[in-house]
């Protein structure tokens, strides 16, 4: 009996310590090279979604460092979390200022909804593209 607890306890161990992987210099320098092409830019939000219409408002995101998020999104200000990697990106929870502006209040609406949605992103010619899966949800620069 005190055998297999013994067993038990080394392949437990085993499993804990093996999961602890450190990442390799490379990993780190690659996950530097996101934070630098993501963070502390100011991206001008350009299209909502795949029209080609371009966006005349003044809406936009930053990223910064130490994983917040912070952006104007047409009528009101908003902050929050953002986790990314060189593939995938999530923002939210967003919290944001409560002033009204009636001719601005759908398309904020949509702003917010794009952000909520995206799981991941692209950065191209200076472009940064946020995606739902396939579909793309809004290009900024």
Known sequence: MK??????????????????????????????????????KKWQLQQLGNSRRLVTNKAYIKFQ???????FSGCNRFQG???????????GPLGSTRKACPDVMAFEAKVLKMLRETN????????L???NGKVRL???R
């Open 3 to 40: 055998n297999k607890i013994l067993t038990i306890c080394i392949i437990l161990f085993t499993l804990t310590i093996g999961g602890c992987i450190v990442a390799e210099p490379h990993q780190e320098k690659k996950m530097d090279e996101v934070k630098e092409s993501l963070s502390n």
């Open 65 to 71: 460092d130490n994983g917040k998020v912070l952006g």
């Open 81 to 91: 979390k953002a986790k990314f990697n060189s593939k995938m990106l999530s923002i």
């Open 120 to 127: 991941r992103y692209s950065i191209k010619n200076n472009q």
């Open 129 to 131: 593209e946020l995606y």
């Open 138 to 140: 809004g290009v900024f």
